[in-house]
């Protein structure tokens, strides 16, 4: 609304406009314009912000779950967080790849087309070299992967598509099936480089390696149920009995597979270096528990159980004869 002036302003206004003081054409009412919002072409937006926040619960779920699943089978720290879910273009994504890279192309079953689930190179030495007996620790310098080390990733991604159909369950009944891997992004032109993708980011620690995960999702593969990615729909939609009972039955079978140490100790003494140099055959080293008392039983690392030592079908064995506090009863 246009402001209303007094006689005394409108008087000062013409006296100024007769003395030359003021242009009427800077006091002009500029017309208003209509704003204009940029739209490039060449990458449009497909993806709604509701959509994409869809995406982000979905792959927190899964970090958590393939983090709990590396801790298990790699038996060390192991922790995956969501950085973020972006779009992208196909050919931004290829194009920011390393060489080489392990690439998973993993069909999106039964919607027509594949994702590819990405890991760094320096996430790939870590995992392989835990699988093998090592420190999980990744070499200075970037080398082309070998088959046998291909076997074994591949092996590792196949298990992971358990977790990944579990992630999509409350969306689409889904079945993740790997083709194949690729070392060479240039081999993985599964889409036209304009299409637009979204870009799940994971930040990985496996042990003291650091590195990135992308999982690409092409908008052409999960169009047929974009609405169903809408915020209404994913908080209408509520974790039933039995995929509820699925969740507890994939925990359950992980954490039962997962090996731990148990060790048994009979006493413990603390003698002198010089005396431990002196040491001969038939010497004896005086313990801290008594012939008849219980023995320590550690499990991890961690006291849990008081036994008996004794025989059993020709083995040595403990018997348990009491859960300790320090340990807990869980």
């Known amino acids: 609304m246009a402001e209303v002036l007094s006689q005394r302003e409108i008087d000062e206004l013409l006296a100024a406009f007769m003395a030359g003081e003021v242009n009427i054409n800077e006091i002009k009412e500029e ?5 204009v919002s940029v739209y490039d072409f060449r990458r449009p937006k497909k993806f709604a912000k509701d959509q994409l926040r869809t995406l982000q619960i979905i792959h927190e779920n899964f970090a958590r779950l393939m983090g709990s699943y590396f801790s ?4 060390t720290y192991c922790q995956i967080d969501l950085v973020s879910v972006e779009p992208q273009t196909y050919g931004e994504f290829i194009n920011s790849l390393p060489d080489p890279v392990v690439l998973g192309i993993i069909d999106f079953r039964p919607l027509k087309g594949s994702i590819i689930l990405e890991f760094s190179p320096n996430v790939v030495y870590a995992i392989i070299d835990r699988m093998l007996g090592g420190l999980g620790v990744a070499p200075e310098k970037v080398r082309d992967f070998t088959e046998i080390e291909i076997v074994l990733i591949e092996r590792t991604m196949r298990q992971l598509l358990p ?6 369950s409350n969306i689409v009944n ?7 891997i690729e070392t060479n992004a240039q081999f993985a032109q599964l889409i036209s ?14 042990g003291e390696v650091e590195g990135m995960m992308n999982i690409c999702i092409p908008y052409l593969v999960i169009e047929p149920i974009i609405q169903q990615l809408s915020s209404k729909h994913w908080l209408s939609t509520k974790l039933t009995g039995e995929s509820e009972h699925k969740y507890h039955q994939l925990l359950a079978s992980q954490i039962e597979n997962t090996p731990v140490e148990v060790k048994a100790v009979l006493g413990e003494a603390s003698i002198t270096i010089r005396d431990l140099l002196d040491l001969q055959k038939g010497d004896v080293i005086k313990l801290d528990k008594k012939v008849d008392e219980d023995v320590d039983v550690y499990i991890g690392g961690v006291k849990k159980f008081c036994g008996v030592v004794g025989l059993r ?10 859960i300790c506090e320090e340990g807990g009863k869980d």
């Open 31 to 35: 017309a208003p314009t209509k704003k």
């Open 72 to 75: 298990a089978i790699l038996r």
């Open 163 to 168: 977790i990944m159909n579990n992630s999509w």
């Open 174 to 180: 889904a079945e993740f099936v790997l083709e194949h």
């Open 193 to 206: 480089p304009n299409e637009p993708i979204a870009i799940v980011t994971l930040d990985a620690h496996i």
């Open 313 to 322: 079908k020709n083995y040595l064995a403990v018997q348990v004869t009491s």
